[in-house]
């Protein structure tokens, strides 16, 4: 089994920072992609931004250029930078992973999220 725990998540002002983390745990054979996803109150859950195992990325349009994504393979561990942050960044946010185990096929997983709230 797999478990994705988040942390990182809080309150900050618009205009700071928060770096999100996200470590991956269990019977780990490889992790192919990881992903950020977010969702905000009365809305679908949306791609903040992925890297794959060559450390491609992929970004939202909306946070391009304040957001960076990054992956520490020795620790099963993806990151989010959060720079510049706006009150519509108020999401909770999800880690997700397209993990291979030792016993079955690559699926993806899911973390349990957490808040992340900008004041004006």
């Known amino acids: 089994q797999v478990q994705l725990v988040e942390s990182g998540g809080g309150l900050v002002q618009a205009g700071g920072s928060l770096r999100l983390s996200c470590v991956a745990s269990?019977?780990?054979?490889?992790?192919?992609?990881m992903a950020w996803y977010r969702q905000a109150p009365g809305k679908q859950r949306e791609l903040v931004a992925d890297?794959?195992?060559?450390?491609?990325?992929n970004y939202l349009d909306s946070v391009k250029g304040r957001f960076t994504i990054s992956r520490d393979n020795a620790k099963n561990t993806v990151y989010l930078e959060m720079d510049s942050l706006k009150p519509e960044d108020t999401a909770i946010y999800y880690c997700?992973?397209?993990?291979?185990?030792?016993?079955?096929?690559?699926?993806?997983?899911w973390g349990q999220g957490t808040q992340v709230t900008v004041s004006s």
């Open positions: 997700n992973a397209d993990i291979r185990t030792y016993y079955s096929r690559a699926q993806n997983y």
């Open positions: 269990g019977s780990i054979f490889r992790i192919n992609g």
């Open positions: 890297i794959t195992s060559g450390d491609s990325t």
